[in-house]
């Protein structure tokens, strides 16, 4: 069983959204997943079981997905990490996925110590900055720890820019490009799953390059837990000492044209 945690102390990253697409990439390639509800609603889905993640699953599941592809649970304390981790493995799941909060935690330190895989997707160069001084900041454990762009804006110029605002870890060659599929697998459930009148609700192309995306991104994922880091991952130089701000500064005054 391995674990792959979304983190990034910041909200509207994109944590959801990528866990969302890794479980249903997971699932058709043939993996029983589990999904470790670690958010702020994850007490508050205990008592009343409206979450995020709970009203997903119940989207998953009118999608076709089976109670024996996908189990979601909530956390809030170490008590119910632990048992939650516990029916994970008596269900026989050969992937967990971690959903995070926006304000970390102790309990989400300690799951990034025990995760394979730590995801970190940022939507800007402002996020990438952020999250990238947040992470020098607080040593996060750093076994196998990658940037995930999502829906990146602008032209060619401007999202490397976003991407080299990103340091201290490699980024994914997978990204998850700006497409309102995969946010609202949150209502339509798995994008490998959708009725034919979803399917025709949404564009045909932009379906299968989600899907094409998601095959990749979960591939990817799949990959770096079996092997070790591959050489040709390499974590961004910084172009200015000191912090990831001045960093940012640096990309700033190299491109003034890219900023606004």
């Known amino acids: 069983m391995h674990i792959i945690t979304f983190f990034a102390p910041k909200g509207g990253s994109g ?3 990528a866990l969302m697409t890794a479980a249903a990439g997971l699932i058709e390639a043939g993996h029983r997943v589990g999904v470790l509800d670690m958010t702020e609603q994850a007490r508050t889905a205990a008592r009343i079981g409206q979450s995020f993640i709970t009203q997903w699953e119940d989207s998953m599941v009118k999608s076709g997905i ?3 592809e996908l189990t979601t649970i909530p956390a809030w304390d170490d008590v119910t990490r632990q048992r ?3 029916s994970f493995a008596h269900a026989g799941c050969t992937r967990v996925l971690v959903d995070t909060p926006k304000t970390p935690s102790d309990l989400v330190v300690e799951m990034l110590h025990r995760s394979d895989v730590t995801i970190m997707p940022f939507v800007s160069y402002m996020e990438a900055t ?6 020098f900041a607080t040593k996060i454990p750093n076994k196998k720890v990658f940037g995930l762009a ?4 602008g032209s060619a110029e401007e999202q490397d820019i976003h991407r080299k605002a990103f340091l201290g870890a490699p980024l994914l060659n997978a990204e998850l490009e700006r497409n309102d599929i995969y946010p609202n697998q949150l209502t339509t459930g798995s994008i490998f799953k959708m009725t034919r009148q979803q399917q025709a609700s949404v564009d045909a192309t932009a379906l299968h390059r989600a899907q094409t995306t998601a095959f990749a991104f979960t591939d ?4 770096l837990l079996r092997w070790p880091t591959p050489r ?4 961004q130089a910084p172009l ?3 912090s990831q701000f001045a960093h940012f500064h640096a990309l700033r005054n190299e491109t003034p044209g890219v900023f606004h």
């Open 66 to 68: 089976s109670a024996e």
């Open 220 to 223: 990817e994922l799949n990959q």
């Open 240 to 242: 200015a000492t000191g």
């Open 84 to 86: 939650a981790m516990m």
């Open 150 to 153: 999502t829906g990146l804006t």
């Open 232 to 235: 040709s991952y390499a974590t």
């Open 130 to 135: 952020f999250i990238s001084d947040w992470s």
């Open 15 to 17: 944590r959801t959204t």
